[in-house]
């Protein structure tokens, strides 16, 4: 079984800041995906950064970078210059990469609420 | 290329009734899932796919039934509606690592 644990249920950070939200997870699939997702209050989910298990480097798009300590079993984003639409719902995941069953489909962390302030 | 959509947007149902969430994709795409979320909680799976003719239940599948008919197509249905199934329903397909998810259905059972 896949678990996800975000232990941050809300966050603050001043508008330009970084901030770093923490996800630490637990599986016995040998070769598994994590990810981040946004949810502003509209309500979607944007998809925002992946990182293979067997990946040598962090994974970094745009301002997003994922901090991956495989021995940790944790898999940090870090937003740089944070910016007031960054205020939203963030919501750490994994997937299993060996089989077809349900372990192929995403594991959700219970969400961690990011305010910028200005 | 609309990606992932779904309909309707919002529902209002009575306890007891039964109705059908739609999904469709025109990417192509063999795996395709249907979550829940529920305030204050991620996403949680209820049915997937890896392809047309082929679904399995997720972490939550009770009182949900889907079929596969399509690749493009993969409906959700309430059997008989109950308010612990108010929540928002999101649909997803996916192919390689990326899952693009629709833009969810806001669903009250009263």
């Known amino acids: 079984a896949q678990k996800i644990t975000q232990t941050q249920p809300g966050m603050f950070v001043q508008e330009k800041e970084a901030v770093t939200l923490d996800c630490t997870y637990d599986t016995s699939d040998p070769s598994y995906g994590l990810f981040w997702y946004k949810q502003p209050s509209s309500g979607e989910m944007i998809f925002l950064i992946y990182q293979g298990s067997y990946d040598q480097q962090n994974a970094t798009e745009g301002r997003y970078s994922l901090n991956f300590q495989k021995a940790r079993k944790s898999a940090n984003l870090v937003i740089s210059a944070s910016q007031l639409g960054d205020s939203a719902m963030y919501f750490c995941a994994m997937r299993g990469h060996q089989g077809s069953g349900s372990a192929r489909q995403l594991t959700f962390g219970s969400g961690t609420q990011l305010t910028v302030l200005p | 290329n609309a990606g992932v959509t779904q309909t309707p947007k919002f529902q209002v149902l009575k306890t007891g009734q039964s109705m059908t969430l739609q999904c469709a994709q025109d990417?192509?795409?063999?795996?395709m899932s249907w979550y829940r979320q529920d305030p204050g909680m991620g996403l949680r799976l209820i049915h997937y796919s890896v392809g047309a003719g082929i679904t399995d239940q997720g972490e939550v599948p009770n009182g949900y039934n889907v079929s596969r008919s399509t690749t493009e197509d993969f409906p959700l249905r309430l059997l008989s509606a109950a308010p612990s199934q108010t929540s928002v329903y999101f649909c997803?397909?996916?192919?390689?690592?990326?899952?693009?998810f629709g833009p969810g259905t806001r669903l009250t059972v009263t």
């Open positions: 990417m192509n795409h063999e795996y």
């Open positions: 997803a397909s996916s192919r390689g690592h990326e899952q693009y």
